[in-house]
């Protein structure tokens, strides 16, 4: 026999409270007590208990403001701007508001983050390159606010719905480019390794090498942060010996920025003595000097994918797919040219 | 006899309508008919009705949602992001959300945005570049919603409060630098001229002229955008004969990076053959290939004080200044030298 799902009533008989007490911390309200919140929250995750989803407003004028959290662990770069924009392309004739968080660097928002989301009851979450741990997932779950993660850090659960970009095929196009242009030592110079498209970038460089039956050299394959200082300090050091590389593989747009004042800083020239390709084709790229080849991540799809995955969620019906990465590609500026002493 | 400030049952009366009529019209309600909603908001215009501050939440964990409204003109450059970061270091502690918001280039922002507002009731409401018409501050203002301008567009009527920068300032050390170093040609690529800051730079450029006693080129001063493809077009054009100028001051580092990649075209090396100086300080231009000079306005700084002044003014308080212009200062980097030719 399946077991009837647990109304707020039930919550309220078990726990030994009354029906606007369990209200009240399903709401966020802040008038309940710390110890009574905390049971009603265990009995909550107990039962799992899922707001009913028609409970909640949805219409375009309807009394409840229509709010959608934007949540980045980092948020001071234009990668964060692109997708803020694909975001608002989805949410602005939606005539939805977007809330900002930024995470100061941190993959996992803190508790009381979920609780001012609680109280501000959005539509739904979007958390970019970050998560949320179990009991965090639990109490939007019980909250009937949907969430999806943009450009996963780490493995989420299957059911959690993501929408990401097939970082593998950026780090080997990139790479296939140069090896075609005849470069035979190049270096990569990416962020964190402990953040899966990282990995995954390398990993196509990797299998580019591979694939053209050419070695690699692991030192040239350093980790770092997707910064300009990062790409500034391991360029610095990578250009600095007689056995540097002709090309240089970058983790981000940013990274590639990097890298170009350190090659100018010895002397040498973007593309005459150092090919150089980024990651993510900010609009920025195409005015730098050289403009930059990059590959292109489309993020402001992401975000609008993202957003309309959201408002689907939000309205109970089910997005035809949940798990999606879009196609990245390489765009082919000025600052590659096949090396100098071919 | 000083009149008593009306109340919502003496609109109610006036207008033949109910208490809770008048209260949904407040509060963005959509369930009152469209011509009754406009007989009770000329009531409220009438009698220059507003909501006693003290009737509206202020706790860390009350009920309401606190959010702050951030609205751009434009939302998709650096800039942007710096002011964005500003705020979130007030309200981040505050633990009050920021709803982003961009008129895609419009300084007005449109009706329905205001009712969007109205309905979800923040704290305050920052408007970066753009500005109110009177009716939609009166909408705000009975509805005791306090807002800011930060570096206003136009002349905003004096009891509007507005956080600005010393333009006028930055276009005069800009250009003073630009002289000492013996340039007697310098070219000038600005924003739009019927934006107050774009007009004030350019003032500070011509006064800077006057008081070194050199005459200026009216035809080396250009209106355009604040973009790298403004930059690039004007500097293409200007750079192309052979009277050439030996410096531009650009009026934003976005223009900087379109000229750099516009002298790149015509083959001439910065600073050797041209000197560059920026506006803004983003922080992507210490990255730059040189690094480049530029005048520091303090974005970030902007951006907390303005948050700042609404999170007082959205507790009945009033701020120590309401109207405050921020200091600007040269950062000289190496995108600048003295001429080839001296």
Same mark, same amino acid.
């Given at each position: 026999?399946?077991?009837?799902?647990?109304?707020?009533?039930?919550?309220?008989?078990?726990?030994?409270?009354?029906?606007?007490?369990?209200?009240? %911390?399903?709401?966020?309200?802040?008038?309940?007590?710390?110890?009574?919140?905390?049971?009603?929250?265990?009995?909550?995750?107990?039962?799992?208990?899922?707001?009913? /989803?028609?409970?909640?407003?949805?219409?375009?004028?309807?009394?409840?403001?229509?709010?959608?959290?934007?949540?980045?662990?980092?948020?001071?770069?234009?990668?964060?701007?692109?997708?803020?924009?694909?975001?608002?392309?989805?949410?602005?004739?939606?005539?939805?508001?977007?809330?900002?968080?930024?995470?100061?660097?941190?993959?996992?928002?803190?508790?009381?983050?979920?609780?001012? %989301?609680?109280?501000?009851?959005?539509?739904?979450?979007?958390?970019?390159?970050?998560?949320?741990?179990?009991?965090?997932?639990?109490?939007?779950?019980?909250?009937?606010?949907?969430?999806?993660?943009?450009?996963?850090?780490?493995?989420?659960?299957?059911?959690?719905?993501?929408?990401?970009?097939?970082?593998?095929?950026?780090?080997? %196009?990139?790479?296939?480019?140069?090896?075609?242009?005849?470069?035979?030592?190049?270096?990569?110079?990416?962020?964190?390794?402990?953040?899966?498209?990282?990995?995954?970038?390398?990993?196509?460089?990797?299998?580019?090498?591979?694939?053209?039956?050419?070695?690699?050299?692991?030192?040239?394959?350093?980790?770092?942060?997707?910064?300009?200082?990062?790409?500034?300090?391991?360029?610095?050091?990578?250009?600095?010996?007689?056995?540097?590389?002709?090309?240089?593989?970058?983790?981000?747009?940013?990274?590639?920025?990097?890298?170009?004042?350190?090659?100018?800083?010895?002397?040498?020239?973007?593309?005459?003595?150092?090919? /150089?390709?980024?990651?993510?084709?900010?609009?920025?790229?195409?005015?730098?000097?050289?403009?930059?080849?990059?590959?292109?991540?489309?993020?402001?799809?992401?975000?609008?994918?993202?957003?309309?995955?959201?408002?689907?969620?939000?309205?109970?019906?089910?997005?035809?797919?949940?798990?999606?990465?879009?196609?990245?590609?390489? /765009?082919?500026?000025?600052?590659?040219?096949?090396?100098?002493? %071919?």
């Amino acid at each position: 026999m399946v077991k009837a799902r647990a109304t707020i009533a039930d919550i309220a008989a078990e726990v030994g409270v009354s029906v606007p007490t369990v209200s009240k %911390v399903l709401n966020g309200r802040a008038d309940v007590a710390e110890a009574t919140r905390i049971r009603v929250e265990q009995a909550l995750s107990r039962h799992e208990y899922r707001k009913p /989803v028609s409970s909640r407003p949805t219409g375009s004028r309807a009394s409840a403001p229509r709010l959608l959290d934007l949540v980045f662990h980092e948020g001071d770069n234009l990668w964060a701007q692109e997708i803020i924009n694909g975001v608002e392309r989805i949410s602005g004739p939606e005539r939805v508001g977007v809330v900002l968080s930024g995470l100061g660097g941190q993959h996992r928002p803190p508790q009381e983050w979920i609780d001012d %989301v609680m109280a501000r009851r959005p539509l739904g979450v979007l958390l970019v390159l970050s998560g949320l741990d179990a009991t965090q997932r639990h109490q939007l779950h019980s909250r009937a606010i949907p969430f999806v993660v943009l450009d996963t850090q780490g493995n989420p659960p299957t059911d959690v719905p993501t929408v990401g970009s097939n970082n593998w095929n950026g780090g080997f %196009v990139a790479t296939q480019h140069l090896i075609g242009l005849g470069h035979r030592r190049i270096g990569v110079i990416m962020g964190p390794s402990d953040v899966l498209c990282s990995r995954a970038r390398v990993d196509g460089f990797r299998s580019a090498h591979d694939d053209a039956g050419l070695p690699f050299d692991p030192a040239l394959v350093r980790w770092g942060e997707f910064t300009p200082g990062s790409g500034f300090h391991h360029a610095r050091e990578m250009l600095a010996g007689p056995a540097r590389p002709t090309a240089i593989f970058a983790g981000s747009d940013d990274v590639a920025i990097g890298i170009a004042r350190a090659a100018r800083e010895h002397g040498l020239r973007i593309p005459e003595d150092l090919s /150089v390709v980024g990651y993510d084709n900010l609009p920025i790229t195409e005015w730098m000097s050289p403009p930059l080849t990059t590959v292109n991540q489309p993020l402001r799809e992401m975000g609008s994918l993202a957003a309309q995955m959201l408002l689907t969620l939000a309205e109970g019906r089910t997005p035809s797919s949940t798990r999606v990465d879009l196609m990245t590609e390489l /765009v082919v500026r000025d600052s590659t040219a096949p090396p100098a002493t %071919v």
